[in-house]
């Protein structure tokens, strides 16, 4: 087979077939030749183009013009041997140039057959990334040569360059957003930086981060680059995961769907559409941000992916103070990563004059530590971007079967079937066990990787100076006409392209004005002030190269840092450039998630004993320097352009939230709905009714918070999986700990009685690793451990997990020297069965048992039963299909949260996902006889408020039913249901105060959701 390129008019013929490249605009169709593609000739198909010869028929698949798609000027086609000199087959044309592919394999078919939509040697061409022709052809293209019997021929062709778009670079802006500043939700400040062809995140990727975007309404599915600032931790890494598998979800998800609409068009005879997808995620840190990223290879299962961490392997400008070349640099942005180390704490301590700075390396250690990062970044890569499928099993011996597993045998009859035979055992005791051949689902390819090569302890934290590349300057017309330059020639010149006017050549620079520099910005983290002196001494700074045109230092501090002398003395060094602080004790503590924070405080004025007013300050503290302060104090929205000019956009800054004027916008019948329950539950007979009715139930004082009651991914009016429970003279207790946990906790009561409700947790569950139900966890016990450090004696708390979250947790713990001793682990062996643990009277967790109940949703998912010596008896569902055996062994239960994750109407959905619906938990809450019910983990489908089930009435007359039947009867009837909001606070001795506020409550939130 040979490759052919075509001339130019040969193109024409092709101008019914139109695509685009990526990132770029429609454009406009040609002229067509007839007035409509239906008035063309009947012959029109047939009639081969007079320079492509009598054996040319065009391809039928392309017969249907698209008006959105265009190819432009280097097709390649293929031409089969034996085929008629001055012929062309049926074919696709490849623009190389539009897809900026670096190999193309080119699959002819055999000749002589065809389909409905495709003729004799028809070819199909894609690349090692997802395009137009790979995803829409090469489907077909195999089902073909299956129907033929037939192998296809690859070919390479070699690299061919993709085609400059000199012109729209001109044409693009460039804007610096303040997305987030510290303050108790959002611990961390980040930056989005927009070009109009692509998107990048600076700073720390706090938990939390994910639902500021979503707040802002920043798209998340655009950003391709994320340059994490300060040093690798929790607390700038808490949001990274949240943010990347989200992503990962979108980009995932809209290409299935363009692939089953160009699968659609195809079999229309339309030509497929390109597909304009980000195709990488990359990020970028300091020391073991690769290690930290691969600790979540137990739970992180994203397949199609190309992402990629890549951290400072050498600081160049340590040597070589005077080197100007970026350490990374795309078509929109050049990067100077800027490193920066803490002083040792023995130099801290004896004053040594030493500046601070990377520990000295021997070759071997540096080629070691090399590979490391190599390895970890290659378990990171695998954990986005294998080819790995849940469906595909494959041969092993049954000694060699990792336990536990399912196990399947192929029997005589070729039909595949469960292993119901002796199995392994975990201990490894094989006796009895026959060693035959069995298939297993091949593990997830990250999760092979069993011990992680130590991290570093370096202290690295990264800083950041990011700029725009410079622009051309202007076209100068009368320097072009003094040398005789034609005026069709301007574009030639304009587009960086040398010409010859008159036997001369006229170079771009000679018509031109000097190229514009492009704006820049540093990102500056110093996690304490042990990392000042290092800072201060960094080379870039006096680096003119560099520095020139950099506008704006954003500085991103902790309390304390923000007047500090040196700090100061630096700012005035460079009072040439704007200053921008984001701190704690400089930034106001504003509402972060305005959205939710307005709603509550509207069902404050309606119930104010179930909704508190969320903590903040609007105002900033004063500052007074002397000399005056040389800094901005950084406001969410604040927008600096860096491109076409420097300049500050003020309008943009997002305004306080005015929650009183919210108020006075409530419908008045809403208000006479909350008055008249707060009437009934007042009266001296419905609390004698209340207290009768449960007067059997222990810890009625005990609180019920709902701190996040969404599924999935945060969203503006709920964030993921937590519910704090408090039982005074007992302790605290947390049942899920989704992202941000800690952020809910500390915006309800402030930081200070935050960590003394955090020092009271005595335990802490896990019911499954799926991310939302979890990623909060490290934050919390961090919290705790700093809460409890001067508490004599030592408190312990309990965490109830698998052992797949107690490797995570040692794993980031290797990395951050945190001291785990006193964490006591329940349930690490409850693996995919049933676990009990069972608690002596003075144990540490208060309780009296934990019952870990198997639960259909994924590996290693359980519902949790916990009782108290008081006879209180809480079951929590997690993630889960009902479970008839849950509502067994939760039987009586004084409290059951359970999830309600679609509405009774999806059922279909819940049990694809493997979820409840709202008429599933209320049937196990019958089954099991609990008293109260809060349902909690809502799609996030339902922004404000899902849909009320009316349970359905039993009319089986009471006397036909037998002692448990009617037990469970007269559950039923004095049962309150309530369904979780964020922030909600509810004793158990108050479920029914809080029923009767229901109907004003459901008023309001259906008038919300309406608008």
Partial sequence: MTIRRLPSSVHKSFSHIKTRAPGTRSKSPPTPRYPSHKHKPADYYQRPPQHLGPNYSPNVASREPSSDRFWSDSFLYAHPPGAPAGSLPRSVPIDSSVYGLTEQQVFAIQPNFSTEHFSSSTIFAFSNRPSNIKLAWEKKAEEIIRQQNSEPQPISLPQIKPRQDTNRRELMTSHVDIVSTPTADTPGSCLYVHFDKRRYLFGRLSEGTQRALGQRKYAMSTLEQFFVTGDMSWKTLGGMMGIIMTVS????????????????????????????????????????????????????????????????????????????????EDDCLRIWKVPIYPKTNKRWH?????????????AEAKAQRRRDKDTLSAVVENMFNSSWRI?????????NVQMPAKIFIKGDDGVIRLYTGPRPRMDGDNSGVPNIEVLVR??????????????????????????????????????????????????????????????????????????????????????????????????????????????????????????????????????HIKHIVLAPDVSPNMLAFESHGTILTTLHRLDPDRYPILKFDNAAPEITIPG?????????????????????????????????????????????????????????EFQARVD??????????????????????????????????????????????????????????????????????????????????????????????????????????????????KVFLDEYANARALDLSNIIFSGLDAGDADFLDTFPAEHPSGLVSAHYVRVNHCKGAHAGVFTW???????????????????????????????????????????????????????????????????????????????????????????????????????????????????????????????????????????????
């Fill in 249 to 328: 979800d979108v980009i995932n998800t809209s290409r299935d769907a363009m692939q089953l609409e160009n699968e659609a068009r195809i079999a229309r005879g339309r030509a497929p559409l390109a597909i304009d997808l980000i195709e990488r995620l990359h990020m970028h840190g300091s020391d073991n941000l690769s290690y930290i990223m691969a600790t979540a290879r137990s739970f992180i299962f994203r397949t199609g992916i190309p992402f990629k961490t890549f951290e400072l392997y050498e600081d160049a400008r340590a040597e070589t103070p005077d080197l100007d070349k970026p350490d990374w």
């Fill in 350 to 362: 004896d004053g040594e004059p030493t500046s601070p700075g990377p520990t000295a390396e021997t």
């Fill in 391 to 399: 469906d595909k099993l494959v041969p092993t011996m049954l000694h």
């Fill in 442 to 575: 091949e593990p997830w390819p990250a999760t092979k990787v069993s011990v992680l090569p130590a991290p570093l302890l370096s202290g690295q934290a990264l800083c950041y100076i990011a700029k725009n590349h410079q622009r051309r300057g202007k076209f100068n017309p009368k320097a072009a006409k003094d040398l005789n330059v034609p005026t069709k020639m301007f574009r030639e010149l304009t587009a960086g392209r040398s010409i010859e006017v008159d036997g001369k050549t006229v170079t771009p620079d000679m018509v031109m004005e000097p190229p514009i520099p492009g704006k820049g910005f540093v990102v500056a983290d110093i996690p304490d002030c042990s990392y000042l002196e290092s800072f201060f001494a960094r080379p870039e700074w006096k680096n003119t190269a560099i520095m020139s045109d950099v506008n704006i230092f954003y500085w991103m501090l902790p309390a304390g840092l923000a007047q500090d002398a040196s700090v100061l003395r630096f700012m005035r060094q460079h009072s």
């Fill in 628 to 684: 005056g302060v040389p800094f901005e104090i950084g406001r969410v929205g604040k927008r600096m352009m860096t491109m076409p000019k420097f300049e500050e956009k003020p309008a943009n800054i997002l305004p306080f939230p005015n929650l009183l004027e919210r108020l006075n916008t409530i419908d008045p019948e809403i208000l006479q709905l909350a008055d008249e329950a707060r009437q009934r539950v007042s009266t001296p």
């Fill in 692 to 805: 009768a009715e449960e007067a059997d139930i222990p810890n009625r004082d005990a609180q019920v918070i709902t701190l996040g009651t969404g599924s999935a991914v945060p969203s503006k009016y709920r964030n993921v999986s937590s519910t704090l429970i408090r039982v005074p003279g007992v302790g605290n207790y947390m049942l899920d700990c989704g992202e941000n946990t800690l952020g809910q906790i500390r915006r309800m009561y402030g930081a200070d009685e935050a960590r003394a409700i955090i020092a009271s947790l005595r335990f802490l569950f896990i019911s499954h690793l799926h991310a939302d139900h979890h990623l909060g966890t490290i934050t919390v016990i961090e919290e705790w451990i700093a809460a409890t450090q001067n508490t004599e004696p030592q408190p312990k708390l309990t965490v109830g997990c698998t052992r797949f979250m």
């Fill in 869 to 1011: 010596a008081s006879g209180l008896k809480i079951s929590y569902s997690g993630d889960c299909r009902p479970s008839p055996h849950f509502a067994r062994m939760g039987r009586d239960s004084t409290l059951l949260i359970h999830e309600c994750t679609f509405e009774s109407d999806k059922q279909a959905d819940a049990v694809n996902k493997k979820h409840s619906t709202m008429a599933e938990a209320l049937d196990v809450a019958s089954k099991m006889r609990a008293r109260r019910v809060m349902l909690t983990h809502f799609s996030q489908r339902y922004a404000k408020l899902p849909a009320q089930h009316q349970a359905d009435a039993d009319a089986q007359d009471e006397q036909q039913l037998d002692e448990e039947e009617r037990k469970t009867r007269a559950v039923d009837k004095q049962r309150v249901v309530l369904m979780g909001c964020d922030q909600m606070v509810v004793k158990i001795g108050e479920f029914q105060h809080a029923a009767e506020y229901l109907p004003a409550v459901l008023r309001f939130l259906q008038d919300e959701e309406k608008e």
